[in-house]
């Protein structure tokens, strides 16, 4: 069965520094998203994805991230100087549609911790 | 906008006894209702979804949920769990889109814990 995966899967940085996770989406797929989860508190959307542009994206998601499709697989956020807030666990996902009633496939996650 | 709220942070039950994980939500505007679940070391996973029609949603492994407009809840019941439903599930909303990509609304997630 097609999965979404998501590297890597731990990463450790240093305040300041810029990071880029990794994920490739299932591969008929058009849409793609990006949710973070602070530790303790709820899985909050950052970003959508679709036709090579941002769909939708939340109040979280300030100047200091980015999402890029490079090629034909990979989908990046890039976090351009990380604070220390920025730990969370990073979930990257992608559906076929974008009507609102389509499910969203999920990958299992990059955990970003930031020193 | 909209706001989940799942009331019970973790639900410990007994193997072979029922459950029910609560999940109240709150929207201005119409939406679909859903319940994810993350197994340990994995990522979150469909485990249903109420899109229209019969209020009563079943999943293939023996969840069920129930939408309720009136209580805006949309509660995940299975009538006897077992071990390997230890999980962390999320209840989530997303309204009716037209064509942009809304993202998922979750709530905090309840950690269901099957006892032997």
């Known amino acids: 069965e097609p999965e979404v995966t998501q590297t890597p899967s731990h990463q450790v940085t240093q305040m300041g520094q810029e990071v880029i996770l990794r994920c490739v989406p299932i591969?008929?797929?058009?849409?793609f998203y990006w949710y973070r989860q602070i530790l303790g508190q709820k899985v909050e959307f950052l970003v959508s994805?679709?036709?090579?542009?941002?769909?939708?994206k939340s109040e979280i998601f300030d100047d200091q991230f980015s999402v890029e499709r490079p090629d034909g697989s990979n989908f990046t956020l890039k976090i351009r100087s990380t604070k220390l807030e920025d730990s969370a666990m990073y979930f990257c996902?992608?559906?076929?549609?974008?009507?609102?009633?389509?499910?969203?496939?999920f990958g299992p996650g990059t955990r970003l911790l930031v020193l | 906008a909209q706001s989940v709220t799942q009331l019970d942070s973790q639900v410990p039950v007994f193997e072979e006894a029922p459950v029910e994980l609560r999940c109240n939500y709150s929207?201005?505007?119409?939406?679909?209702l859903f319940w994810y679940v993350q197994y340990p070391n994995q990522g979150l996973q469909l485990l249903l979804k109420?899109?229209?029609?019969?209020?009563l949603v079943k999943s293939i492994n023996g969840f069920e949920a129930e939408f309720n407009k009136s209580q805006t809840s949309f509660h995940l019941r299975k009538p006897s769990v077992h071990i390997s439903d230890t999980a962390e599930y999320f209840c989530?909303?997303?309204?009716?889109?037209?064509?942009?990509?809304?993202?998922?609304?979750f709530g905090k997630g309840t950690h269901l814990i099957i006892q032997p």
């Open positions: 994805f679709y036709n090579n542009e941002i769909s939708e």
């Open positions: 929207s201005s505007v119409s939406v679909y």
């Open positions: 109420y899109l229209s029609g019969s209020t």
């Open positions: 591969s008929n797929h058009l849409y």
């Open positions: 989530a909303v997303r309204r009716y889109s037209g064509g942009g990509a809304d993202g998922l609304t």
């Open positions: 996902a992608s559906s076929d549609r974008g009507t609102g009633a389509e499910t969203q496939y």
